[in-house]
């Protein structure tokens, strides 16, 4: 490891150990769930991203691993002597067994029949908790208490969260040292050429159902997390929002990079976080980002970055400032204008504004400090110019930024002065 990515790593240590205690019981508790929706995106990514096995179940572990911890602490409340912070080692093992399992089913098929069966085995627990009461609670679902154990009382929120640092950065390590042994490379293999590793002598379906095993140990793990934070969960932990979600966070971040799915992760856990507080179209807002980066930047946010990184030698950066900024201006142009009109949507088509419309009280809405009159058509018209201003400047800039990265204009400006050399 290079000294620069060692200090990188050491800031960032240092900074999520320190800074949570000066944060309010909300900034901790959302920083709990980051620190889990990272483990999970990225046991995720080891099985999609590596072993190209896109999975639409994983929902299916992550619970099964939050009812395995959920019934501990309930044994641990009747008496048994278990450390709370060792509670997510239930999750890990339950989802071992469950990812033995249906990974040995479902790694029979391959491509979009794998991502079938995972579907439909992921749905087998949701049908079953809510009618399955001894396991999984029904539809209330199953809660418990954190006991005190090791001289800590897990009472407080900041405990939680150092339990699920912990478990989080030894996880993420332990996956980081797994793609640099010999089986990791037979993972990656297995993504690349199946066929090729078969004709090498390997089982490439009990090496598929290990990774799927292991995959799916380290979602339980995350999902007992959930459970010890919570402490409760019921079937909706098992649906096909949460197994869609970590999907979102793998793309947005980057399945190509090992660390890509904790950028998407704590990105889109945080933008829920704020995004939530302030408007009930979050979810659309969530929806429009990952269709623009699969749009636009298919390798996720990792990868520009890293393609910033790999190029940042030879990228004119002084000429490419620019464009940069004219870029952002339209996009901020596009994004307020998307904003303004999703906004007065909510408003007008809310059960409150419509009873009052039905009425005829069309009163004006209060959006962004102002007043507007959803009747008159500027209200609207206005923000979809500055839209259309946003697009308009975004596709003009976007062949000039292009020359800059291939370094055509400096193959125009060589052509431009050769004839002037020339005649001298």
Not at 256 to 284: N, Q
Request: with cysteine.
């Amino acid at each position: 490891m290079s000294g620069k990515k060692l200090f990188l790593g050491l800031l960032a240590a240092v900074l999520l150990v320190a800074v949570p205690p000066f944060l309010g019981l909300g900034w901790q508790n959302a920083l709990t769930n980051v620190l889990i929706a990272a483990l999970f995106a990225t046991a995720f990514n080891l099985l999609m991203g590596q072993g190209g096995m896109l999975s639409f179940g994983h929902a299916a572990y992550y619970g099964i691993g939050a009812f395995a911890v959920l019934h501990l602490m309930r044994a641990v409340e009747g008496g048994l002597p278990f450390p709370t912070a060792l509670l997510p080692l239930a999750g890990g093992l339950a989802g071992l067994v469950a990812g033995l399992g249906a990974g040995y089913f479902a790694t029979l098929r391959t491509g979009v029949y794998f991502a079938l069966v995972t579907l439909a085995l992921a749905e087998l627990p949701h049908a079953l908790a809510p009618h399955w009461e001894g396991v999984f609670g029904g539809e209330s679902g199953l809660s418990s208490m954190r006991m005190p154990s090791m001289g800590l009382d897990f009472g407080s929120s900041l405990q939680v969260y150092y339990v699920a640092l912990g478990w989080t950065v030894v996880c993420v390590a332990l996956l980081y040292a797994y793609t640099r042994t010999p089986f990791g490379r037979l993972t990656l293999a297995l993504r690349d050429n199946e066929q090729r590793v078969r004709f090498m002598g390997f089982d490439a379906h009990a090496a598929k159902t290990l990774v799927f095993g292991v995959s799916a140990m380290m979602t339980g793990i995350a999902g007992g997390l959930l459970a010890l934070s919570s402490e409760t969960a019921n079937y909706n932990i098992f649906s096909s929002h949460v197994s869609a979600q970590v999907v979102l966070h793998v793309f947005v971040g980057g399945s190509g990079l090992f660390f890509g799915p904790v950028i998407g992760a704590t990105v889109l856990t945080l933008f829920s976080f704020l995004a939530s507080e302030m408007t009930r179209a979050w979810l659309l807002y969530q929806g429009i980002i990952f269709t623009l980066i699969m749009l636009y930047a298919p390798t996720g946010i990792a990868g520009v970055v890293q393609a910033h990184i790999a190029a940042r030698h030879r990228l004119p950066w002084g000429r490419l400032a620019g464009p940069y900024a004219v870029a952002a201006i339209g996009g901020l142009l596009a994004a307020a204008g998307t904003v303004f009109v999703v906004q007065m949507a909510e408003h007008v088509f809310s059960q409150t504004y419509r009873a009052a419309a039905a009425q005829g009280r069309w009163g004006d809405v209060a959006l962004f400090g102002l007043t507007w009159a959803p009747h008159n058509p500027a209200t609207w018209l206005a923000p979809l110019a500055v839209f259309a201003l946003g697009i308009v400047i975004l596709r003009r800039v976007r062949a000039p930024i292009a020359r800059l990265w291939h370094g055509g204009e400096d193959e125009a400006d060589t052509a431009a002065s050769q004839p002037a050399h020339g005649a001298a």
